[in-house]
């Protein structure tokens, strides 16, 4: 199974962008969905993650309260919308599903993800 992202590109600094992660071959709400990223030269770091019992979510404190996690059943499809973007936001971005758990950004226990998508924020 592999996950599809989208949505990345160039974005000046305080802009937003969303970034789509399409799952064919698995139901989104049969899964935790996670957004992870990984900046140039550090190790991968989980961003937001949503619970496949009951919808709920996590972010890590550098996005919280500029990040969305969201999921549309009809698309199959979960969202990270980004907001407020700073430089250090930089990376390449990844979902990934898991199994088991709920709500955690550990990404060891997450069995599928996608390719990535680059997220560029500077002016």
């Known amino acids: 199974v592999q996950l599809v992202e989208s949505g990345g590109g160039l974005v000046q600094p305080g802009g937003s962008l969303r970034l789509s992660c399409a799952a064919p071959?698995?139901?989104?709400?049969?899964?935790?969905i996670g957004w992870f990223r990984q900046a140039p030269g550090k190790e991968r770091e989980g961003v937001s993650v949503?619970?496949?019992?009951?919808?709920?979510?996590y972010y890590a404190d550098s996005v919280k309260g500029r990040f969305t996690i969201s999921g549309d059943n009809a698309e199959n499809t979960v969202y990270l919308q980004m907001g407020s973007l700073k430089p250090e936001g930089t990376a390449i971005y990844f979902c990934?599903?898991?199994?088991?758990?709920?709500?955690?950004?550990?990404?060891?226990?997450?069995?599928?993800w996608g390719q990535g998508t680059q997220v560029t924020v500077s002016s």
């Open positions: 949503r619970s496949r019992y009951d919808g709920s979510t």
């Open positions: 071959g698995l139901t989104v709400d049969d899964y935790a």
């Open positions: 990934a599903a898991g199994v088991g758990f709920d709500l955690c950004a550990s990404e060891v226990l997450y069995d599928y």
